[in-house]
């Protein structure tokens, strides 16, 4: 498994930005497309956005289309999430996600290994 540790959660107003990051213990970072997910207080775990093995695809759900960008830095072996004019249904805590292989994927459950969170909360 993939050690992951998340950093760069807090509080902002809506409309303000925030990026997080994701830092994985790994040595073939490359071979793991990853994942961001959000829960938010009382809902399932959703996909947020996705970025593939080596950064050349990748998806987000479309509720974040144009305000979320995913990249990764294989030479620090981190993701990042930069998220834009944030909404109040953005709060939630922000996972980080592995999985084995190239390919991006929406299903929590096909991503193998997971940081411990990072919250995130929007004000009205």
């Known amino acids: 498994q993939v050690q992951l540790v998340e950093s760069g959660g807090g509080l902002v107003q809506a409309g303000g930005s925030l990026r997080l990051s994701c830092a994985a213990s790994?040595?073939?970072?490359?071979?793991?497309?990853m994942g961001w997910f959000r829960e938010a207080p009382g809902k399932e775990r959703e996909f947020v956005a996705g970025?593939?093995?080596?950064?050349?695809?990748?998806d987000f759900a479309d509720s974040v289309k144009g305000r979320f960008t995913i990249s990764r830095d294989s030479a620090k072996n981190t993701v990042f999430l930069q998220m834009k004019r944030l909404r109040p249904e953005g709060t939630g805590v922000y996972y980080c996600?592995?999985?084995?292989?190239?390919?991006?994927?929406?299903?929590?459950?096909?991503?193998?290994?997971w940081g411990q969170g990072a919250q995130v909360t929007v004000s009205s």
């Open positions: 996600a592995a999985r084995s292989g190239l390919l991006v994927r929406v299903l929590a459950n096909e991503y193998d290994s």
């Open positions: 790994v040595r073939t970072f490359s071979t793991y497309a």
């Open positions: 970025i593939s093995g080596i950064g050349c695809n990748t």
